[in-house]
């Protein structure tokens, strides 16, 4: 007869009576573990069994779109050569427009002639281009996020862009001769008399540097309209207003802090932008960037000596021992960095050292420094060189300072530069060579820079003190 209930009875004795062979049969149980590597045969073990649980949403630790912000606003033009060329009209006449009253005669005189002055500049359309690829097996898979040669094709874009970003404010023909010109090259070169240059000398941005700025510009009977620099420069501008803020005028009831993304000075309203891609202190790469078989061989590591100067900037403050990086560099990469040894600076003095060029193909050389009595490895970005020959002697007057940035204050709209393009950005299939699918993505264009003197590039930016 079967019992009709299960009692405590049932349990006397429990798992304290088991024998350590039934106690060894209950540890075989079956456990998922948390296991990211699939552990192989093993007994109890249940990772062959466990499902991946991938999320079908990529997740971007990169750059977006919305940081792409020069490009998105710069005025477009269409180009219609691979050579651009505009007309500038210099002068109405022979006395400009700031000197004494010409012009006035006597009754019944005959009016003196004038002549206007014009200049005829040219840009040349630069190109481009990134190749895509993704094997046929690739494209065959089901993939967690979707098609994959989309996939790419988005990734590749935004690779392009942020090239196009970048070369935008500084492209330099002269390091890499594929380049078009950015707004730095051409706002330094000016219209070949005069250029507006702003040298902060490490200060960081306040109201009136910006307020000086937009004075320039005016004075060149231009008006500012949009700013970018760098992200700590542009947190700065906030930190100025914070011991002035009150509480009741808040942006929001109960919110502190301020955003300060526009200007109002004495000469017009510009809107503030910061860009991550214009950066404040760049490092040498030890492993160098590119195909070793096309980017530059590293240089002859030189020997750096100091000596008195009339042009030199160091101060006082500046003097202390200093190293210096070498990198050589083409449109293929970059190469590992050379270091000089430590050479001993004071006020008053330059630094000299000679370059060697390691050849395949150099075009420019990337100059980095340390702080006074800083170690090789925290060594900034002091500026780029453009190879002149198989040697030469670069000299450092502390003109550019390491760990600074640049930014520029821009009169941006179509009275004062352009996009000249002469492709927008096509994707052009390339023919199958192997068992995958590849594409060029490419894009053809220049800036073009009508008014220089109506923008401003600010060099050798600054931060507050005790900022991050």
Known sequence: MLAAHVSARDYIGGFASSTPDEIGQLSKALAAGSSINDPGVSAGEGFP???????????????????????????????????????RIL???????????????????????????????????????????????????????????????????????KNLENALFFGDSTLIPEQFDGLAKQITDGD????????????????????????????????????????????????????????????????LGALVDKFQSQHGKINLHDHVFIQEGQDALAAGLGSTAKRPLAPTTPVATAAGSTGSQFTTDDAGT??????????????????????????????????????????FYEIYRTAPGGAVGTALLLKRVARSGATQVFTDTNADIQGTSQGFVLQQNMASFSWAQLLPMTRIPLAAIDTSIRWAQVLYGAIKMYTPLKNVLVKNIGRVAGSL
Do not use: C, W
């Open 91 to 161: 002068s109405y006449g022979r006395g400009g427009a700031r000197r004494f009253n010409l012009g006035f005669m006597t009754e019944g005189d005959l009016p003196e002639e004038e002549d206007s002055s014009y200049q005829r500049a040219t840009v040349l359309v630069k190109y481009l281009g990134v190749v895509g690829r993704v094997t046929h097996v690739m494209n065959t898979v089901r993939s967690a996020h979707g098609n994959v040669i989309a996939q790419e094709t988005m990734n590749r874009t935004m690779d392009l862009l």
């Open 49 to 87: 069994l466990r499902p991946e649980s991938l999320e079908s949403t990529m997740k971007n630790v990169t750059f977006e779109m919305d940081e792409i912000k020069l490009f998105k606003s710069i005025p477009k033009v269409p180009a219609a050569n691979t050579v651009e060329e505009f007309n």
């Open 322 to 363: 200093y190293i210096y990086r070498i990198v050589a560099g083409n449109r293929f990469g970059l190469s590992t960095p050379i270091n000089t040894a430590g050479v001993a600076v004071t006020a008053g003095q330059e630094v000299t050292f000679t370059i060697a060029d390691g050849g395949q193909g150099t075009t």
């Open 192 to 255: 070949g008399v005069s250029s507006n240059v702003v040298d902060l000398r490490g200060q960081p941005l306040t109201e009136e540097r910006l307020n000086d700025m937009l004075l320039m510009i005016r004075q060149n009977y231009g008006r500012g309209t949009d700013a970018y620099f760098a992200t700590g420069p542009f947190a700065d501008l906030a930190k100025q207003v914070y011991d002035r803020q009150r509480f009741v005028i808040a942006p929001e009831p109960g919110v």
